[in-house]
């Protein structure tokens, strides 16, 4: 009868037809393994947990799927706050890159710096030459 | 509203829209699917990362979905693949010895809410409906997936989901009772053994 223990799973959850049924119940009378196959499986489906998610997880699963907002839907303040930031983002780019500007120019053209000497030569050639104009 | 809906009429009003129905689609499949992962992973952290990825890949791809299939085999395979993927990722935990693998499971035992009341008088019964929990653990990951699938599906209908033969998953159902039974019987003899008597 090793083809008709095999079908035990079917008879278990109720998935034979009616003629296959009885049959099977002729064969678990004369069959201690399969009435035993059967206790153990009552215990498994009284054991077996159930579980359900928490609503932790149900609103998560909302929040990225159904209620998940996009950027015009956001609320006022968060929409100026990224708004802020993004023109500070922008200013800081612009003095980052004149502040390179500058370095680049000095690095062009050797720019170093005037010592007091030199300017004072400056300005003594510059009052020399407005003596020249007068005349 | 939506409780009274058929599958494939939350599909359609889905489809025209309505964000409700994938709402009232998650409600509805929920507790199935996250005590067939949680059977699966033995982690509930675990789990919950898992069921979270199941019904963003169902929102996804259900304007997509052709109603000619049943949405819960639909939503099942999606399961399967998504927790198989955990595995494929986690390949240590499978090289964990059986023992650590009780411990685990019985550590969600404690922790997760179980529906099942437990009054005082019962406890005898309790501690057997622990012990059998212990016993299914130690089933492997398929064992395992084929009894918690049977919740929700008939045998037929697994074997064209995993596109198995039918004869397959019996005498895998049967070698799982046999192991359930062997495993009771290795660490509560006396009372297997009564319970055999009667």
């Known amino acids: 009868m090793k083809n008709a223990c095999d079908r035990l799973p079917l008879y278990l959850y109720n998935e034979m037809d009616e003629q296959e049924r009885i049959i099977f119940e002729k064969h678990l009378l004369s069959c201690p393994e399969c009435r035993q196959s059967l206790e153990i499986f009552d215990e498994i489906q009284s054991a077996k947990p159930e579980y359900s998610a928490p609503q932790a997880v149900i609103d998560s699963i909302f929040s990225k799927t159904t209620r998940k907002k996009s950027f015009l839907k956001q609320p006022a303040i968060y929409k100026t706050a990224l708004a802020l930031a993004a023109c500070l983002l922008i200013g800081v780019a612009a003095v980052f890159k004149n502040t390179q500007k500058t370095i680049e120019y000095s690095n062009a053209y050797n720019v170093s710096p005037i010592s007091y000497e030199e300017i004072s030569n400056m300005v003594s050639n510059i009052s020399s030459l407005e003596s020249i104009n007068m005349l | ?198």
């Open chain 2, 1 to 198: 509203m939506m409780k009274n809906c058929e599958d494939s009429e939350l599909i359609s009003k889905f489809k025209d829209g309505d964000n409700k129905a994938f709402e009232e689609i998650v409600l509805r499949y929920q507790a199935q699917l996250y005590t067939y992962v949680i059977s699966m992973v033995k982690n509930p952290e675990t789990a919950n990362d898992i069921l979270q990825d199941i019904f963003i890949r169902i929102f996804k791809n259900l304007p997509k979905y052709s109603e000619e299939n049943k949405l819960k085999h639909w939503i099942f395979i999606i399961a399967k693949n998504m927790t198989m993927d955990f595995f494929r990722r986690d390949k240590t935990r499978r090289a964990l010895p059986l023992e650590t693998q009780e411990d685990d499971e019985m550590s969600i035992l404690d922790t997760m809410p179980d529906k099942t009341p437990h009054p005082l008088e019962v406890i005898i019964t309790n501690d057997r409906k622990e012990l059998v929990r212990k016993a299914i653990s130690n089933l492997s990951v398929e064992e395992r997936e084929l009894i918690y699938l049977k919740d929700s599906f008939t045998f037929k209908e697994i074997a064209e989901m995993q596109n198995k033969p039918i004869g397959t998953l019996l005498s895998k159902f049967n070698r799982s009772l046999q192991k359930v039974k062997k495993i009771i019987s290795e660490k509560e003899p006396e009372a297997y053994n009564e319970e055999c008597m009667r």
